[in-house]
């Protein structure tokens, strides 16, 4: 069984920035691929950001490009996004997930186990 533990999420100025963290345990971090997920109220919940645990190649949805990153330490067992250039419509919640496969990274239905997630609020 693999644990996701989000933290980071808070109240921002549009235009401001945030690091999200997800501590993961429970598995071997190096063989996992990750990521991160965003839901609005009232809307499904969409990616943002993937990382593969090959090669760490990462993927992003386009309303992020060029604004957030996601990176992995596999010594601290910790996935991240940095998001930069925050927008009122970045608010969500927003989750981690994990799973094995490396493919399909932004089908939420391939992904095994998720963090329980934490707000982030964008004020104009």
């Known amino acids: 069984q693999v644990q996701l533990v989000e933290s980071g999420g808070g109240l921002v100025q549009a235009g401001g920035s945030l690091r999200l963290s997800c501590a993961v345990s429970g598995r071997t971090f190096s063989t996992l691929s990750l990521g991160w997920f965003r839901q609005a109220p009232g809307k499904e919940r969409d990616v943002v950001a993937a990382i593969s645990w090959v090669r760490g190649s990462t993927y992003y949805a386009d309303s992020v490009k060029d604004r957030f990153t996601i990176s992995r330490d596999n010594a601290e067992n910790t996935l991240y996004l940095q998001m930069n250039s925050l927008k009122p419509e970045d608010t969500a919640v927003y989750s981690c997930?994990?799973?094995?496969?490396?493919?399909?990274?932004?089908?939420?239905?391939?992904?095994?186990?998720w963090g329980q997630g934490t707000q982030v609020t964008v004020s104009s």
């Open positions: 997930a994990a799973k094995s496969g490396t493919n399909r990274f932004f089908d939420t239905t391939t992904y095994d186990y």
